[in-house]
């Protein structure tokens, strides 16, 4: 079975050097004064944004179906989800559920109109921000991929078209992971930046 000795450890990579990549972003973004402890205090004790809490949702539901799939094809191998028929229609439903519970729990609610009405100041310079986390997880979850399966068939020259699939897929969780990820760092560095 091709996946089981470097598609975890491959996978997990991706997401450590996505989110220092997020990190090491975000906080290159232009700074205010920091607040005072007691400004900070003043702060926790309000409560937590819709769109806050729409991204923590979000990507709860991204990194569970992207863990999900990655255990399942851990244990049973990418030849197994390109000869079995049943596993490649239950791995496609986890990432269904896992790409439109994502999309359904922020982007459907922000296209609507009554959603974007909700928005203050804040809100928006955090949507505004959320794509910079957003490509870098994808950059990074293709740059993994790629340098991933170089490596691995670099004796074969040829990548198995069962990755092509696995790749894409990973990628499209990634993308929403990264927004929502995006939306809680720009909130949390924001916060603490005196934005909030």
Known sequence: MFAQGWMVPMLGGV???ALVAVVLL???WPRKPRLSPEELADIAETPMPTLQKRAWLALSIGIGALAIITAIL????ATSYWVDDDLRLVILGIFMVGLLG???VTNLQLMRLRGRKQLDERDRAVL???PTAQMTLVVLGVAAWVIGLTQHFHDEGTVPVVYLYLMFGSVIL???IGQSLGILLGYWFGVRNGEG
């Open 15 to 17: 997401v450590l050097l």
């Open 26 to 28: 975000v906080r290159s």
């Open 74 to 77: 851990s244990s049973k191998g």
């Open 102 to 104: 994502s999309f359904g």
């Open 128 to 130: 505004a921000r959320a």
């Open 174 to 176: 990634l993308m929403m």
